[in-house]
């Protein structure tokens, strides 16, 4: 049984950092593609950052693209979100997400259906 653990969010002030964790267990964690999406109040999810299985290709949203980091250490199983430069705009839960990597990823990697996986989401709050 795959499971996602979420880590590292919390109160920070506008311009502060925070670095978010996902545990992963119960797969080949070098095999899967992670991702991480967030979801303000009222709003739909949304994608912010995606990683290949070998970490070589990483994609971001446009709102992520000059501030935020994704990484994995997959000798630890953990995918990492370093987060810069946050914004009160940056207030969501975030999530992880894991899905089989397919040499099409660069083509879905937005998308929340190819994601089989989900953790249970951490809270960012970002004071003004």
């Known amino acids: 049984q795959v499971e996602l653990v979420e880590s590292g969010g919390g109160l920070v002030q506008a311009g502060g950092s925070l670095r978010l964790s996902c545990a992963a267990s119960g797969q080949t964690f070098n095999k899967y593609a992670m991702a991480w999406f967030r979801q303000a109040p009222g709003t739909q999810r949304q994608f912010v950052a995606a990683i290949t299985a070998s970490g070589t290709n990483k994609y971001y949203a446009d709102s992520a693209k000059g501030r935020f980091t994704i990484s994995r250490d997959n000798a630890k199983d953990t995918t990492f979100l370093q987060m810069d430069s946050l914004r009160f705009e940056d207030s969501a839960v975030y999530y992880c997400?894991?899905?089989?990597?397919?040499?099409?990823?660069?083509?879905?990697?937005?998308?929340?259906?190819?994601?089989?996986?989900w953790g249970q989401g951490t809270l960012v709050t970002v004071s003004s």
């Open positions: 997400a894991t899905g089989r990597q397919t040499p099409d990823f660069y083509s879905y990697y937005r998308r929340e259906g190819p994601y089989e996986h």
